[in-house]
T-cell receptor, first 110, second 112 residues
Framework: QQPVQSPQAVILREGEDAVINCSSS?????VHWYRQKHGEAPVFLMI?????EQMRHEKISASFNEKKQQSSLYLTASQLSYSGTYFC???????????FGTGTRLTIIP | NAGVTQTPKFQVLKTGQSMTLQCAQD?????MYWYRQDPGMGLRLIYY???????DKGEVPNGYNVSRLNKREFSLRLESAAPSQTSVYFC???????????FGPGTRLTVT
Protein backbone atom coordinates (compact mmCIF):
# COMPACT_ATOMS: atom_id res chain seq x y z
CA GLN A 1 0.00 0.00 0.00
CA GLN A 2 1.24 3.44 -0.95
CA PRO A 3 2.58 5.59 1.93
CA VAL A 4 0.84 8.89 2.53
CA GLN A 5 2.89 12.07 2.30
CA SER A 6 1.95 15.40 3.81
CA PRO A 7 1.75 18.16 2.93
CA GLN A 8 1.12 17.68 -0.79
CA ALA A 9 2.73 21.03 -1.55
CA VAL A 10 4.50 23.78 0.34
CA ILE A 11 5.92 27.17 -0.58
CA LEU A 12 8.73 28.63 1.49
CA ARG A 13 10.88 31.72 1.43
CA GLU A 14 14.61 31.11 1.24
CA GLY A 15 15.96 30.46 4.73
CA GLU A 16 12.73 29.05 6.16
CA ASP A 17 12.35 25.52 7.52
CA ALA A 18 10.00 22.76 6.40
CA VAL A 19 8.91 19.31 7.52
CA ILE A 20 7.63 16.62 5.16
CA ASN A 21 5.94 13.56 6.62
CA CYS A 22 5.59 10.03 5.27
CA SER A 23 3.19 7.59 6.94
CA SER A 24 2.52 3.94 6.33
CA SER A 25 -0.31 1.66 7.38
CA UNK A 26 2.16 -1.26 7.53
CA UNK A 27 5.18 -1.90 9.70
CA UNK A 28 8.30 -0.48 8.10
CA UNK A 29 11.82 -1.79 7.74
CA UNK A 30 13.26 1.07 5.76
CA VAL A 31 12.29 4.49 4.44
CA HIS A 32 14.07 5.97 1.44
CA TRP A 33 13.94 9.63 0.47
CA TYR A 34 14.39 10.95 -3.07
CA ARG A 35 14.20 14.40 -4.61
CA GLN A 36 13.12 15.08 -8.18
CA LYS A 37 13.62 18.42 -9.88
CA HIS A 38 11.22 19.38 -12.64
CA GLY A 39 11.90 17.42 -15.84
CA GLU A 40 14.67 15.38 -14.25
CA ALA A 41 15.12 11.93 -12.75
CA PRO A 42 14.70 11.27 -9.02
CA VAL A 43 17.91 11.45 -6.99
CA PHE A 44 18.55 9.55 -3.78
CA LEU A 45 18.89 11.63 -0.60
CA MET A 46 19.06 9.16 2.26
CA ILE A 47 17.74 5.99 3.80
CA UNK A 48 16.55 5.29 7.31
CA UNK A 49 16.59 1.76 8.62
CA UNK A 50 14.56 0.27 11.44
CA UNK A 51 16.58 0.69 14.61
CA UNK A 52 19.05 2.96 12.82
CA GLU A 53 20.17 6.49 13.48
CA GLN A 54 18.76 9.72 12.19
CA MET A 55 20.39 10.54 8.88
CA ARG A 56 21.59 13.77 7.36
CA HIS A 57 22.28 15.11 3.86
CA GLU A 58 23.67 18.67 3.85
CA LYS A 59 21.06 20.68 5.78
CA ILE A 60 18.40 18.03 5.27
CA SER A 61 17.84 15.48 8.01
CA ALA A 62 15.29 12.75 8.58
CA SER A 63 13.90 10.65 11.37
CA PHE A 64 12.12 7.33 11.57
CA ASN A 65 9.45 6.63 14.20
CA GLU A 66 8.87 2.88 14.16
CA LYS A 67 5.93 3.00 16.57
CA LYS A 68 4.05 5.54 14.49
CA GLN A 69 5.23 3.91 11.24
CA GLN A 70 6.25 7.33 10.07
CA SER A 71 9.28 9.16 8.76
CA SER A 72 9.81 12.91 8.65
CA LEU A 73 12.18 14.92 6.46
CA TYR A 74 13.45 18.20 7.93
CA LEU A 75 14.77 20.92 5.64
CA THR A 76 16.61 23.60 7.59
CA ALA A 77 17.38 27.09 6.30
CA SER A 78 16.07 26.15 2.87
CA GLN A 79 17.98 27.15 -0.25
CA LEU A 80 16.67 27.75 -3.76
CA SER A 81 18.31 24.49 -4.82
CA TYR A 82 15.99 22.55 -2.50
CA SER A 83 13.02 23.16 -4.78
CA GLY A 84 11.57 19.99 -6.26
CA THR A 85 9.28 17.11 -5.42
CA TYR A 86 10.24 14.90 -2.50
CA PHE A 87 9.24 11.25 -2.48
CA CYS A 88 9.46 8.73 0.29
CA UNK A 89 9.71 5.05 -0.56
CA UNK A 90 9.09 2.21 1.87
CA UNK A 91 10.31 -1.36 1.85
CA UNK A 92 10.05 -4.46 3.97
CA UNK A 93 13.09 -6.38 5.13
CA UNK A 94 14.91 -8.11 2.30
CA UNK A 95 12.41 -6.77 -0.18
CA UNK A 96 13.67 -5.45 -3.49
CA UNK A 97 10.49 -3.50 -4.04
CA UNK A 98 10.11 0.12 -3.05
CA UNK A 99 6.62 1.57 -2.78
CA PHE A 100 6.70 5.33 -3.24
CA GLY A 101 4.39 7.97 -1.88
CA THR A 102 2.68 10.49 -4.15
CA GLY A 103 5.23 13.20 -3.40
CA THR A 104 5.47 16.62 -1.78
CA ARG A 105 6.15 19.56 -4.07
CA LEU A 106 8.45 22.09 -2.42
CA THR A 107 8.86 25.55 -3.92
CA ILE A 108 11.46 27.93 -2.50
CA ILE A 109 11.10 31.59 -3.42
CA PRO A 110 13.76 34.27 -2.94
CA ASN B 1 30.48 6.50 -16.75
CA ALA B 2 27.20 7.20 -18.51
CA GLY B 3 25.23 5.78 -15.56
CA VAL B 4 21.73 4.67 -16.58
CA THR B 5 20.70 5.42 -20.16
CA GLN B 6 17.24 5.08 -21.70
CA THR B 7 16.05 5.18 -25.27
CA PRO B 8 14.05 6.72 -26.75
CA LYS B 9 13.55 10.03 -24.88
CA PHE B 10 10.14 10.63 -26.41
CA GLN B 11 7.68 8.40 -28.25
CA VAL B 12 4.17 8.73 -29.62
CA LEU B 13 2.23 5.55 -30.35
CA LYS B 14 -1.21 4.82 -31.67
CA THR B 15 -3.47 2.53 -29.68
CA GLY B 16 -2.63 -1.09 -30.42
CA GLN B 17 0.93 -0.47 -31.56
CA SER B 18 3.83 -2.17 -29.83
CA MET B 19 7.22 -0.90 -28.78
CA THR B 20 10.20 -1.67 -26.57
CA LEU B 21 11.81 0.78 -24.19
CA GLN B 22 15.51 0.19 -23.74
CA CYS B 23 17.56 0.67 -20.58
CA ALA B 24 21.26 0.07 -20.00
CA GLN B 25 23.60 0.73 -17.08
CA ASP B 26 27.39 0.69 -17.01
CA UNK B 27 27.85 0.53 -13.23
CA UNK B 28 27.88 -3.27 -12.95
CA UNK B 29 24.71 -3.18 -10.85
CA UNK B 30 22.82 -6.38 -10.13
CA UNK B 31 19.29 -5.02 -9.69
CA MET B 32 17.30 -3.11 -12.28
CA TYR B 33 13.80 -1.61 -12.16
CA TRP B 34 11.11 -0.14 -14.37
CA TYR B 35 8.78 2.54 -12.96
CA ARG B 36 6.05 4.65 -14.42
CA GLN B 37 5.27 8.15 -13.20
CA ASP B 38 1.88 9.74 -13.62
CA PRO B 39 0.77 13.15 -12.27
CA GLY B 40 -0.36 12.85 -8.67
CA MET B 41 0.54 9.15 -8.49
CA GLY B 42 4.23 9.21 -7.72
CA LEU B 43 6.48 6.43 -8.98
CA ARG B 44 4.95 2.99 -9.37
CA LEU B 45 7.01 -0.15 -9.89
CA ILE B 46 6.16 -2.11 -13.03
CA TYR B 47 8.78 -4.88 -12.99
CA TYR B 48 12.16 -5.46 -11.48
CA UNK B 49 15.10 -7.81 -11.89
CA UNK B 50 17.20 -8.73 -8.87
CA UNK B 51 19.88 -10.32 -11.02
CA UNK B 52 20.60 -11.40 -14.56
CA UNK B 53 18.09 -14.04 -15.61
CA UNK B 54 15.41 -13.19 -13.06
CA UNK B 55 12.44 -10.84 -13.27
CA ASP B 56 9.49 -10.20 -10.98
CA LYS B 57 6.28 -8.20 -11.02
CA GLY B 58 5.83 -4.92 -9.26
CA GLU B 59 2.63 -3.01 -8.44
CA VAL B 60 1.38 -2.38 -11.99
CA PRO B 61 2.66 -5.12 -14.37
CA ASN B 62 -0.45 -5.58 -16.52
CA GLY B 63 0.11 -4.73 -20.17
CA TYR B 64 3.90 -4.94 -19.92
CA ASN B 65 6.65 -7.52 -20.39
CA VAL B 66 10.32 -7.28 -19.55
CA SER B 67 13.57 -8.91 -20.57
CA ARG B 68 16.81 -8.88 -18.63
CA LEU B 69 19.01 -9.41 -21.66
CA ASN B 70 22.27 -9.42 -19.69
CA LYS B 71 23.62 -7.71 -16.61
CA ARG B 72 23.69 -4.32 -18.34
CA GLU B 73 20.36 -4.23 -20.14
CA PHE B 74 16.73 -4.40 -19.03
CA SER B 75 14.01 -3.73 -21.60
CA LEU B 76 10.30 -3.01 -21.19
CA ARG B 77 7.85 -4.03 -23.89
CA LEU B 78 4.34 -2.82 -24.54
CA GLU B 79 2.67 -5.40 -26.77
CA SER B 80 -0.52 -3.47 -27.52
CA ALA B 81 -0.32 0.10 -26.28
CA ALA B 82 -3.36 1.72 -24.63
CA PRO B 83 -4.00 5.39 -23.78
CA SER B 84 -3.80 4.43 -20.08
CA GLN B 85 -0.11 3.68 -20.65
CA THR B 86 0.63 7.30 -21.44
CA SER B 87 3.24 8.13 -18.82
CA VAL B 88 6.87 8.89 -18.10
CA TYR B 89 8.87 5.69 -17.73
CA PHE B 90 11.98 5.54 -15.59
CA CYS B 91 14.54 2.78 -15.43
CA UNK B 92 16.73 2.46 -12.33
CA UNK B 93 19.55 0.25 -11.13
CA UNK B 94 21.07 -0.60 -7.77
CA UNK B 95 24.33 -2.17 -6.64
CA UNK B 96 24.03 -5.26 -4.46
CA UNK B 97 24.47 -4.36 -0.80
CA UNK B 98 23.67 -0.71 -1.44
CA UNK B 99 20.22 0.88 -1.05
CA UNK B 100 20.55 3.76 -3.48
CA UNK B 101 18.72 3.45 -6.79
CA UNK B 102 20.17 5.34 -9.74
CA PHE B 103 17.56 6.54 -12.21
CA GLY B 104 17.82 7.08 -15.93
CA PRO B 105 16.57 10.30 -17.58
CA GLY B 106 13.17 8.82 -18.47
CA THR B 107 11.09 8.15 -21.59
CA ARG B 108 8.00 10.24 -22.16
CA LEU B 109 5.43 8.04 -23.90
CA THR B 110 2.13 9.24 -25.33
CA VAL B 111 -0.46 6.78 -26.64
CA THR B 112 -3.22 8.30 -28.75
Amino acid sequence: QQPVQSPQAVILREGEDAVINCSSSKALYSVHWYRQKHGEAPVFLMILLKGGEQMRHEKISASFNEKKQQSSLYLTASQLSYSGTYFCGIANFGNEKLTFGTGTRLTIIP
Amino acid sequence: NAGVTQTPKFQVLKTGQSMTLQCAQDMNHNSMYWYRQDPGMGLRLIYYSASEGTTDKGEVPNGYNVSRLNKREFSLRLESAAPSQTSVYFCASRRQGNYEQYFGPGTRLTVT
